[in-house]
């Protein structure tokens, strides 16, 4: 699983691609299964979802995604679960401080950044996960929230007119 | 020199930040954010927490510094090993008159305690707060401790700005009287790539630090690199950097110092120079003595901040020598 995450950082921008390509995909997917089964797949999905991130980016379903942002690296496998790295204990070999034979995943995402073509992303204040959200899919809820996002903007467009 | 800042108020209070400096535009009424806004090269030393429940052995350790030093950081739990807290050193610092900087490490307490402490150590007194993520729990004296880490260290950032210039928590719920301390963080400009270095610096001013206290820097070139495009990006405009410099005490420690913690990097020359000097420690303090000069000519750098563990007894020395704060002396208690 290591060898596929670091993969991923080596080849960001492909992953970034299929990522940006696929998302709306997948969350237009489970609308149209949200709207016929309710919420009756979330578990399945839910499986789905650690299943494929797991394997491809080592994801540990913090269920606050933010790999776009991060070099497609995903920044809860730093031993201290750091969203804006790195700390401050980088050997110079690039290693992380605690575990001395990892990639620090705050260089990795630097690099994985520097390939991706949003590569300004990494920029981003990112704030500490949400903690309710842990082992939940991040994908479902983004679903809701764009089928919520969609339902005021039309309600509110409807009110203009 | 500057009777601006000598000439402070008498002491009513002995429990208020002294002495207040109510001044239009500063986030904190402290005196390290005054004396760096004033645009003086400022000195910061730090504190290593007692392990003991003697208010005593604070104020101790905090007079060595007294008249060279702008502002002393109360470590928290640093090495991730445990001491006295950092919010209590601060509060029994500023009931004298000290300014010290509150540390605050994400490793030990979540969202819900550090909102406390900030709103805790503001009602006493304390102006300035440091945002580190801190040493993960494996590194000190107890390795079988839950590590926390609910934030990092530029979340903190966000939370301490939030509850200062939105008056609340970050659940939304406000708060009567915001508090009011001057926000800052770290940063390490050795980790490789400089690039990636300069851009989490950015990053962490964007995110609310205001001063930043860096890692040991011995390599000069390094710093002078990444300095200059700190510069270029117009950062030393929006925070001001202070440059960690340290005394080595020969040439063993330093060797130790740079294979055992992570992130220190002392280059070759400067452990050659000190295998080859008669006298290690003087040797040591010679360097730190010479890097200070050295940071108060980079462009882009406000102050240094000097970490003299088990040597603070030399820290007035090598400032006095070093001779970076222009012949103005420190404000210190024992001045009234
Ligand atoms: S070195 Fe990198 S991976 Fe390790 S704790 Fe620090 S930021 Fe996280």
């Known amino acids: 699983m290591y060898r596929l995450r670091r993969f991923a950082t080596r080849h960001a921008r492909a992953y970034e691609v299929v990522y940006n390509a696929s998302s709306p995909l997948i969350l237009r997917l489970l609308r149209g299964l949200n709207k016929v089964f309710g919420t009756r797949l979330d578990t399945p999905i839910t499986w789905l979802e650690a299943k494929a991130k797991g394997a491809l980016f080592d994801c540990q379903m913090c269920g606050n995604c933010v790999l776009s942002s991060t070099g497609m690296t995903c920044p809860m496998n730093c031993p201290k679960t750091i969203r804006n790295g790195p700390c401050g204990g980088v050997r110079a070999n690039g290693n992380c401080e605690v575990k001395p034979d990892m990639k620090c995943v705050w260089v990795e995402a630097w690099s994985g950044s520097q390939r991706m073509k949003h590569s300004q992303e990494i920029e981003l204040v990112q704030f500490a996960p949400n903690h309710q959200h842990k082992g939940s899919s991040a994908w479902i809820r983004l679903s809701k929230e764009n089928a919520q996002a969609k339902l005021k903007s039309s309600s509110s467009s409807e009110a203009q007119q | 020199m500057n009777a601006e800042l000598d000439q402070y108020p008498p002491v009513d209070n002995p429990g208020s930040p002294l002495p207040e400096l109510e001044v239009e535009g500063h986030r904190s009424e402290g005196r390290f954010e005054h004396v760096l806004r004033a645009g003086h090269f400022a000195v910061t030393?730090?504190?290593?927490?007692?392990?003991?429940?003697?208010?005593?052995?604070?104020?101790?350790?905090?007079?060595?510094?007294?008249?060279?030093?702008?502002?002393?950081?109360?470590?928290?739990?640093?090495?991730?090993?445990?001491h006295m807290s950092s919010v209590a050193v601060c509060a029994l610092l500023s009931h004298v008159g000290y300014s010290p900087i509150l540390q605050i490490s994400c490793r030990d307490k979540n969202r819900i305690a550090i909102q406390g402490d900030v709103l805790g150590a503001a009602a006493m007194g304390v102006c300035n707060v440091l945002a580190l993520s801190g040493d993960d729990v494996s590194a000190g004296d107890h390795p079988e401790a839950k590590p926390v880490f609910d934030l990092d260290s530029v979340s903190l950032l966000t939370t301490i700005k939030t509850m200062?210039?939105?008056?609340?928590?970050?659940?939304?719920?406000?708060?009567?009287?915001?508090?009011?301390?001057?926000?800052?963080?770290?940063?390490?400009?050795f980790v490789p790539p400089v690039e990636s270095r300069v851009r989490q610096l950015h990053k962490k001013i964007n995110a609310g630090a205001e001063f930043i206290q860096t890692q040991y820097c011995f390599d000069m070139p390094v710093m002078r690199e990444m300095m200059q495009r700190a510069v270029d990006m117009g950062l030393t405009e929006k925070a001001y950097i202070l440059a960690g410099v340290g005394t080595l005490a020969s040439a063993k420690t330093a060797r130790w110092l740079r294979s055992n913690v992570p992130g220190v990097h002392i280059p070759d020359e400067i452990i050659a120079r000190l295998e080859g000097a008669k006298n290690q420690k003087a040797e040591g303090q010679k360097i730190c003595v010479e890097l200070m000069q050295q940071c108060k000519e980079i462009e882009g750098i406000s102050g240094v901040h000097v970490m003299a563990y088990r040597q603070e007894q030399f820290v007035a020395q090598m400032v006095e020598e070093s001779g970076v704060l222009d012949g103005r002396r420190a404000w210190a208690p024992s001045d009234l």
């Open chain 2, 45 to 82: 030393s730090e504190i290593a927490p007692p392990d003991s429940a003697d208010a005593e052995q604070v104020y101790e350790r905090a007079r060595l510094f007294d008249g060279v030093c702008d502002a002393i950081n109360a470590t928290d739990g640093s090495g991730a090993n445990c």
């Open chain 2, 164 to 189: 200062r210039d939105e008056s609340r928590f970050l659940s939304g719920r406000k708060l009567d009287k915001a508090p009011r301390v001057f926000a800052g963080s770290t940063i390490n400009p």
